[in-house]
């Protein structure tokens, strides 16, 4: 039973460029969401989706903006990056948005 | 303004001893208490929770205790082994019935010595 998946697991970016993540999530579920963890810090909650839409969102500015696909997979698009966006970025997965929370292994951004 | 509070951010334990790790809260609004335990280049897996009818809630090792009238639960292992060592994260969420949404702490860093 495969868990949840994210990638890639490294990368690093210039200010202002974009990037995007991808998340699939442990099969079964039908709910993602995403959280920011900065060095130091716990996970702070991004966005979720469900059903194909933003569910709720966290207080994050529109540069953070993200996409859930049919088969529940997910992106997670950050544009015009800074350097405060340096951090691990988790995936969680659920089955139903009011379900335990799995988290993927998380993809490392580093702006430079 | 942290709605979830570690204040210890690390702490070594001998192995076989009691480890205890502390978190507080503010918001009223948090019915649902979670610890999650993180090793290196992995997310958060889940460990233990309460819910804010209970005090007490044990699984094997792991002892979650929650005061209410205080904003304070704390996790005790015992005894404690060296595969503990890792980042505990406390987390809190308003009632789940509808969405699940953990406010986390930053995280406590437990080190078992052998």
């Known amino acids: 039973d495969a868990g949840v998946t994210q990638s890639p697991t490294h990368l690093i970016k210039t200010r202002g460029q974009q990037v995007t993540l991808r998340c699939s999530p442990k099969s079964g579920h039908d709910t993602v969401s995403w959280y920011q963890q900065a060095l130091g810090q716990g996970p702070q909650f991004i966005f979720q989706y469900y059903e194909e839409e933003e569910r709720q969102r966290g207080n994050f500015p529109d540069r953070f903006s993200g996409h859930q696909f049919p088969n529940y997979s997910s992106e997670l698009n950050v544009n015009a990056l800074l350097l405060g966006d340096s951090a691990l970025y988790l995936c969680?997965?659920?089955?139903?948005?009011?379900?335990?929370?799995?988290f993927g292994p998380g993809t490392r951004l580093t702006v430079t | 303004d942290q709605q979830v509070k570690q204040n210890s951010p690390s702490l070594s334990v001998q192995e076989g001893r009691i480890s205890i790790l502390n978190c507080d809260y503010t918001n009223s609004m948090f019915d649902y208490f979670l610890w999650y335990k993180k090793y290196p280049a992995e997310g958060p897996t889940f460990l233990i929770s309460i819910s804010s009818i209970k005090d007490k809630n044990e699984d094997g090792r792991f002892t979650v205790f929650l005061n209410k009238s205080a904003k304070h639960l704390s996790l005790h292992i015992v005894p404690s082994q060296p595969g503990d060592s890792a980042v505990y994260f406390c987390?809190?969420?308003?009632?789940?019935?509808?969405?699940?949404?953990?406010?986390f702490g930053r995280g406590t860093s437990l080190i078992v010595h052998p």
């Open positions: 987390a809190a969420s308003p009632h789940r019935g509808g969405s699940y949404i953990p406010t």
């Open positions: 969680a997965s659920s089955l139903g948005p009011g379900g335990e929370q799995y």
